[in-house]
């Protein structure tokens, strides 16, 4: 029996409403469980390497396992010591903050003909404001505070036992499916760890290209605390658009506070500009090496539904997340329309013509 569309678009929706749902409700387990896969395809030839040097498979895992937390949290301790110089002269910078403020406040009065005690009450009623708000603030940064100490805490040991029961995994999928679709499925699990591995690998020099480029770019500026932006600056660039958008936010803000001219903000601007080109056009195309190819439209959406999903872990899983389903659509006959709505191929003319036929006037 053939179900009419109303049918079977009622049935699709309420069944992405339940799966979106659970991925939302479920995001404590799933969210460790999604970062352990993704790593662990990263690490498995560095784990295949040692097995074919007669190393032991448990043993080989744990040097994976241990090296990966290693190098986490020597970059966790490096801007731990950023940080901490940064709070040892926070009372200075709110000094000039603060000084920036009346500033401002009086340039405003004076060009839109505004008493400065009416903008300080304005100010005063926004902060109180705020200060009632505080609460559902504070709430939300502790449960994201609680959701990375969740993965911290069960990322090592999802990544070790999904390394170790891995064949266990693949023959559980290869007997999901009948043999007729076997070598579907095997092209689509060696397609997305390819590009997993890749888009990571790539991802990763790239994100250290930038570090160094924005450290370098900073201190030549003379900007305050150069090292740490250098490197907050290139993992917010990891989240498409959006993070660039905040990278170059922070420094200049550090730049209008901390200097005494403002121009210095400027070439802020006029430096994150020139990195982002040479990034875009450069470092991307040739590290990076566009693996995953979704368009700047989904990317956006995808970024802001991940945000939305799982807050910021969402944001960073939602482009190699995206990439998969694009690899799983394009094997998949029926869903591959879908695949190229994913995808950043753009037809100069469309093969699809619409002819609108004119309808004779009755007289």
């Given at each position: ?134 609460g559902s603030a504070i709430s939300q940064t502790l449960s994201t505070i609680n959701s990375v100490i969740i993965i911290v805490v069960l990322l090592p040991v999802y990544l070790f036992m999904i390394l170790f029961y891995k064949d266990l995994l693949l023959e559980f999928i290869k007997r999901l499916f009948s043999t ?5 499925v095997f092209e689509i699990l060696a397609n997305s760890k390819r590009i997993i591995q890749s888009y990571l690998i790539g991802l990763l020099l790239e994100a250290a290209i930038v570090a160094i480029l924005n450290s370098i770019g900073l201190l030549c500026l003379g900007i305050d605390y150069a090292i740490l932006l ?134």
């Amino acid at each position: 029996m053939k179900l009419p569309f109303y049918a079977k678009f009622a049935l699709i929706s309420i069944g992405a409403f339940a799966f979106i749902y659970t991925l939302y409700i479920g995001q404590h387990i799933i969210l460790p469980l999604v970062y352990a896969t993704i790593l662990a395809i990263l690490l498995n030839p560095f784990v295949n390497f040692l097995i074919r040097k007669k190393v032991n498979k448990t043993f080989a895992i744990a040097m994976a396992v241990v090296v990966a937390i290693f190098i986490l949290a020597c970059l966790i301790y490096f801007l731990s010591a950023q940080i901490t110089l940064f709070s040892n002269t926070y009372p200075k910078l709110k000094e000039k903050f603060n000084a920036t403020s009346e500033h401002f406040i009086s340039w405003l009065s004076l060009h839109l003909n505004i008493s400065i005690d009416k903008i300080n009450i304005w100010i005063s009623d926004t902060e109180n404001e705020a200060v009632n708000n505080i609460g559902s603030a504070i709430s939300q940064t502790l449960s994201t505070i609680n959701s990375v100490i969740i993965i911290v805490v069960l990322l090592p040991v999802y990544l070790f036992m999904i390394l170790f029961y891995k064949d266990l995994l693949l023959e559980f999928i290869k007997r999901l499916f009948s043999t007729t679709h076997h070598t579907t499925v095997f092209e689509i699990l060696a397609n997305s760890k390819r590009i997993i591995q890749s888009y990571l690998i790539g991802l990763l020099l790239e994100a250290a290209i930038v570090a160094i480029l924005n450290s370098i770019g900073l201190l030549c500026l003379g900007i305050d605390y150069a090292i740490l932006l250098g490197i907050t600056g290139a993992v917010l660039n990891v989240i498409p658009y959006i993070g660039g958008v905040i990278a170059i936010a922070l420094p200049m803000l550090i730049a209008y506070v901390t200097k005494d001219s403002s121009s210095y903000a400027l070439l802020v601007l006029i430096m994150y500009l020139l990195i982002q080109f040479i990034d875009n056009h450069f470092i991307i195309p040739r590290v990076v090496a566009s693996k995953v190819k979704i368009n700047a439209l989904i990317s956006i959406v995808v970024v802001l539904s991940g945000g939305a999903l799982w807050g910021i872990p969402g944001m960073f899983l939602s482009i190699p997340l995206t990439a998969i389903l694009k690899v799983i659509f394009d094997h998949i006959v029926v869903l591959q329309p879908w695949g190229f709505l994913l995808g950043n191929i753009v037809p100069t003319v469309s093969k699809l013509k619409f002819d609108f036929i004119k309808k004779k006037k009755v007289k």
